[in-house]
């Protein structure tokens, strides 16, 4: 993977947008220009309290922006980093950050369909904003979050369809989705189940016109399994709420780690046998094929072999 300079970035400006969600402006302490991006972009930041956590720009990008724009929620149920990024930064707090990376580039279409799950709209947003200035009018998005207070950027978006799940169930996105369009490309942005629902509602599209992003690992796993280590045949077990880079770990499996959120590639593993739970957002289709991030992947059944990767 290509090597990221690190930036030492200073917050320039603190918002909320909502009662969990915040927005950082970053600047160079310098007030100088940043390296470039364009919309679906991210930056990986380093909070106060030591956690590598990945956050998407929300601003159309460009060649040398002056800041980067980045909205965190808070996630009670997290692992630290949201509630470090709320409790510990302030106005004047030094950052550092590596990036930006951009896994969901906005390509060419004649027209856009966007789905965004809660935070999901950041790089949504980054999107529509840019396809805007350059005069893209056909553009739809689907907003679903809990409740209407949980989602930023929703009056930049009167056209939306807002759907707010809090005492009214899931948003039917089937009739959104059950025509395929080679002329639209679809972008979701949300967490697993989401993405999970759009992949299959979109089986029948071609597979060039659906994008999607997780916006961030899942905090919670799912279901207990067994890692078998290939080089000394040791059976592991890893519990449910234990990642398999942290059970391998614990079992004196030496394996390099460094966001432990599924997007650097550091912690990659070979399968060797047994089906694979993707949750990250930095393999392609081909190497998922063949291997899996060992931060936030899982085995799909109750064993799988793992091992270094080689060549
Ligand atoms: S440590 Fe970065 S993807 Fe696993």
Do not use: Q
């Not at 739809?140 to 009167?158: G, K, M, N, V």
């Amino acid at each position: 993977m290509s090597w990221l300079p690190e930036l030492r970035l200073v917050v320039a400006d603190r918002t909320d947008l909502t009662p969990t969600v915040r927005r950082f402006a970053l600047r160079r302490p310098d007030g100088g220009p940043l390296p470039g991006y364009e919309p679906g972009a991210h930056v990986t930041l380093t909070t106060p309290a030591g956690h590598r956590r990945s956050y998407s720009l929300v601003e159309p990008g460009g060649e040398a922006p002056g800041e980067y724009v980045v909205c965190v929620r808070r996630d009670p149920a997290g692992r630290g980093g949201s509630a470090s990024m709320h409790d510990d930064v302030v106005v004047g707090t030094g950052l550092t950050a590596t990036g930006p990376r951009n896994r969901f580039p906005l390509l060419p279409a004649k027209r856009y369909l966007f789905i965004a799950g809660g935070i999901g709209i950041t790089p949504i947003r980054s999107m529509a904003t840019r396809l805007r200035a350059e005069g893209c009018a056909d553009l739809r998005l689907l907003y679903l979050t809990r409740t209407a207070e949980d989602a930023p950027f929703l009056d930049e978006f009167p056209d939306a369809t807002a759907h707010h799940s809090a005492g009214r169930g899931r948003l039917d996105l089937w009739p959104h989705l059950a025509t395929p369009d080679d002329d639209t490309r679809v972008y979701c942005c949300g967490p697993l189940p989401l993405i999970r629902s759009v992949r299959a509602l979109t089986a029948h599209w071609r597979p060039s016109r659906v994008h999607v992003e997780e916006f961030t690992a899942p905090d919670g796993y799912a279901a207990p399994f067994t890692a078998v280590w290939a080089p000394t045949g040791r059976r592991v077990d890893v519990p449910a709420n234990r990642s398999l880079l942290s059970a391998l770990r614990g079992a004196g499996v030496a394996v390099d780690s460094s966001c432990e959120a599924g997007t650097c590639g550091t912690c990659r593993l070979a399968v060797l046998d047994g089906g694979v739970e993707h949750r990250d957002a930095a393999l392609t289709d081909e190497e998922r094929r063949a291997s899996l991030l060992s931060c936030v992947s899982r085995a799909a059944a109750e064993e799988i072999t793992v091992g270094p990767v080689t060549g």
